[in-house]
């Protein structure tokens, strides 16, 4: 009960848009179960080389850096509701093409077309969450969006475990289901809400260009940071590509084992999240926070060097979600502080084609390592990675927001 009261208390002052921002997001990731399987999909399925599946899952990198630099365009141009409008409903017809073509060739083609097409979203959703969220609520209205992705990451991989055990075909069906549903609610909610705010939002587009027309691409400080980040989620996005790679050849876990341990990681992350970002606002610096948290996740894959049981396993995924805690949410908001009164759509574009291009490099870089010298080598490596980037954004954030 007392836990019941600490996250309602400190769910206090978030916007009924928020709050429907993160009910869309839960429902779009519950169906979101390819990727995770994308690669065990390519290699055991359809016999893809490791070598080929990560050229694979480099296409999706590549659509998701146009995609992310795309929606921050057309989030600046159009407002953030047209383009999460479309972005949902274009993406969800191709989750139910892409199983028709097995093949590398037409894989990667409809990969980095569906990744390019669903990555618009992803800044003009930032948008929305820093136009519905009171400034002082910034970091808990983006907690409450990466708990409703968790969460949804938490209930999509187990189902995907169970159903792609059955037919790899189910995943692409719920996915395009997910993705309808949502986009249906989402229309249905902010509709008349996306109207009523379009005189406003037209005049601080025009404010924001007489105040700041600076762009991102020439904040060169924003610009290190940015490129730091795209280190810290070459490592860290190996959750998607190299560990269930890893838990399937290693530690031979069935396809609902993989599904459950990475839905445990969403779980982690829901009940988790806003108790330990709410104490890091508290007591520490954004960039102390993000310190801890991104040695928190060198240390995850540092376990994984000790052996492959399935304990060893959970206190890794345990690690690792703890530090993701600790690092994502405030990294937008370092994001979100530098944007305000400049161009926000393109911040949050270049923020999101930062982490896009670890799922150009991850894939391959994870597969090229783990092929030609073992997963130990990939796991200490970063390891040492992580450990270097989080003293080097430890140094970059404190200068640019000195501030708690």
């Known amino acids: 009960m007392k836990l019941f009261n600490y996250y309602i208390n400190t ?16 429902i779009n990731r519950s169906g979101s179960m390819v990727l995770p399987f994308l690669g065990v999909y ?4 359809l016999k893809f080389s490791l070598e080929n599946a990560g050229i694979v899952l480099s296409f999706y990198g590549i659509g998701s850096v146009i995609g992310s630099w795309l929606g921050g365009f057309l989030t600046d141009k159009f407002g953030e509701y047209y383009i999460q409008t479309w972005s949902l409903f274009l993406s969800a017809p191709i989750f139910l093409i892409i199983p028709l073509f097995p093949n590398v060739e037409m894989m990667a083609v409809l990969i980095f077309l569906q990744s390019t097409i669903s990555d618009t979203f992803r800044p003009a959703n930032s948008v929305a969450i820093t136009k519905y969220a009171r400034p002082e609520n910034l970091t808990k209205a983006f907690s409450l969006n990466r708990m409703a992705i968790n969460l ?12 792609s055990g059955i ?4 995943l692409f069906v719920v996915n395009f289901t997910g993705a309808m549903i949502a986009g249906i609610i989402y229309v249905i909610f902010f509709r008349k809400r996306n109207k009523i705010f379009r005189e406003r939002k037209k005049a601080e587009r025009n404010q924001i260009v007489k105040i700041a027309g600076k762009s991102p691409y020439k904040d060169y400080p924003f610009l290190l940071y940015s ?16 560990i269930p790679l890893f838990y399937k050849d290693v530690a031979k876990l069935s396809q609902s084992t993989i599904g459950f341990i990475l839905g445990y990681s969403g779980f982690i992350i829901v009940l988790m999240e806003m108790p330990l970002v709410s104490i890091a606002e508290r007591t520490l610096k954004i960039s102390q926070t993000l310190f801890v948290g991104i040695i928190l996740c060198g240390l995850a894959y540092l376990a994984l060097v000790f052996g492959s049981s399935i304990s060893l396993l959970v206190f890794s995924m345990t690690v690792l979600s703890v530090g993701e ?11 979100a502080k530098r944007s305000e009164g400049k161009n926000k759509g393109a911040y949050m574009g270049l923020n999101g084609i930062a ?9 391959y870089l994870g597969t090229y390592v783990v092929s030609h010298f073992g997963f130990d080598s990939l796991w200490i490596g970063s390891f040492a990675v992580l450990a270097l ?15 708690r």
């Open 325 to 335: 805690i600790l690092a994502l949410p405030f990294m937008s908001t370092v994001t």
């Open 355 to 363: 982490f896009s291009l670890s799922f150009i490099v991850t894939p």
């Open 152 to 163: 949804g990451f938490s209930i999509g991989p187990a189902l995907g475990g169970i159903l």
């Open 167 to 170: 037919s790899y075909n189910f």
């Open 42 to 45: 390519m290699t055991d399925h």
């Open 227 to 242: 490129v730091l980040c795209t280190v810290f989620a070459i490592c860290f996005f190996q959750f998607f590509n190299t």
């Open 11 to 26: 769910f206090k002052g978030l916007s009924n848009e928020a709050w429907m921002l993160s009910i869309v997001m839960l």
């Open 389 to 403: 980037s989080a003293v080097l954004i430890y140094i970059v954030v404190k200068k640019m927001i000195p501030m």
